[in-house]
């Protein structure tokens, strides 16, 4: 079994910035990506940034060039640098593991408890 433990979640000022932590555990094979998604109130989980294990990042439109998402292979866990933070950023973010023991194979998919973020106008 993998577990996700997330940290860095809290309450910012609009233009602040905030560190969001998710570390791994378990089994992991190495073919795995990790990311950061969203859920607003009364709004769908929505992807927000995702590195592969080869440091290949994706990010959402609304976020890019504001966020950061990075990773530490030898600890398995990933970070998320949230800068010029505004009231749209805030949700619930998730922290997703998807891994697989080889190319080809079925991906395992696994989800945090989520870590809240408020941004004040």
């Known amino acids: 079994q993998v577990q996700l433990v997330e940290s860095g979640g809290g309450l910012v000022q609009t233009g602040g910035s905030l560190r969001l932590s998710c570390a791994a555990s378990?089994?992991?094979?190495?073919?795995?990506?990790m990311g950061w998604y969203r859920q607003a109130p009364g709004k769908e989980r929505e992807l927000v940034a995702v590195?592969?294990?080869?440091?290949?990042?994706t990010y959402a439109d609304s976020v890019k060039g504001r966020f950061t998402i990075s990773r530490d292979n030898a600890k398995n866990t990933i970070y998320l640098q949230m800068a010029s933070l505004k009231p749209e950023d805030t949700a619930v973010y998730y922290c997703?593991?998807?891994?697989?023991?080889?190319?080809?194979?079925?991906?395992?998919?696994?989800w945090g408890q989520g870590t809240q973020v408020t941004v004040s106008s």
């Open positions: 997703n593991l998807d891994t697989r023991p080889y190319w080809g194979a079925t991906p395992s998919h696994y």
């Open positions: 378990g089994t992991i094979f190495s073919l795995n990506t």
């Open positions: 590195i592969t294990i080869r440091g290949g990042t």
